[in-house]
């Protein structure tokens, strides 16, 4: 079974490779320099942490409902078994898919699975001040997996565990099944 776990690992992070050469790619500094633009703005408009982390996790989440599709068509990956498959393609393909990084699973239960980014280009070239001590600023991250996640008819909580802008040595979204949800067909003839 590890050998099957390792081939798996190895096929995953294939499909993460061919799938980050199908999308455009931007400079990683534009794309942290215009991220780190978007959340000063955010803190300017909502003018506290609380409701600028409320705010990127909302705008994370827009994200994440209208990247699936993209990942869908793009990375070529076959219908997850388990919601820990689920957690290894999103470390191994979407995460490389779209930020040119893996993360890697370090957690996992029936319905729960933690992510840990080593490298996180959000937090790039970045320093919180005191006053943003709390700031989850990859906080749209958590709002992205929810979005994409309940595409796929899986409702879950994610949380910004731990960030390199607070110190810590990795980034770390913990994220947890609530509820796989039906999908309901509506007869257009109604």
């Known amino acids: 079974q590890k050998a099957e776990t390792e081939m ?17 790619k931007v400079s990683s500094e534009l794309f942290s320099l215009t991220y780190g633009a978007v959340v000063m703005q ?11 982390n409320a705010q990127l996790e909302k705008m994370g989440y ?11 068509a793009k990375a070529q ?3 997850c078994q388990s ?11 979407g995460f490389k898919m779209f930020l040119g990084v893996n993360a890697e699973v370090v957690k996992t ?21 005191e006053q943003y001590a709390k700031l ?13 996640l309940e595409m796929v008819q899986m409702r879950v909580t994610c949380t910004l565990v731990r960030d390199v802008l607070w110190g810590d040595d990795v980034t770390e979204i913990r994220v947890v099944l609530q509820e ?4 309901e067909y509506h007869d257009d003839e109604d």
């Not at 798996?8 to 455009?24: I, M, Q, W």
């Not at 919601?83 to 393909?93: L, N, P, R, S």
């Open 8 to 24: 798996s690992a190895v096929r995953l992070n294939r499909a993460g490779d061919t799938a980050f050469a199908k999308v455009e």
């Open 180 to 183: 796989m949800l039906n999908e």
């Open 109 to 129: 239960t029936g319905d729960e699975f933690t992510l840990q980014l080593s490298d996180n280009p959000l937090a790039e070239f970045v320093e919180l001040p």
């Open 42 to 52: 955010v803190i300017k408009d909502y003018e506290e942490v609380d409701a600028t």
């Open 77 to 79: 990956v076959s219908a």
């Open 83 to 93: 919601f820990q498959d689920t957690a290894e393609v999103i470390a191994k393909v």
């Open 136 to 148: 989850e600023y990859s906080g749209m991250l958590c709002g992205v997996l929810r979005g994409a």
């Open 62 to 72: 827009n994200i994440g409902v209208r990247l699936v599709d993209e990942f869908l």
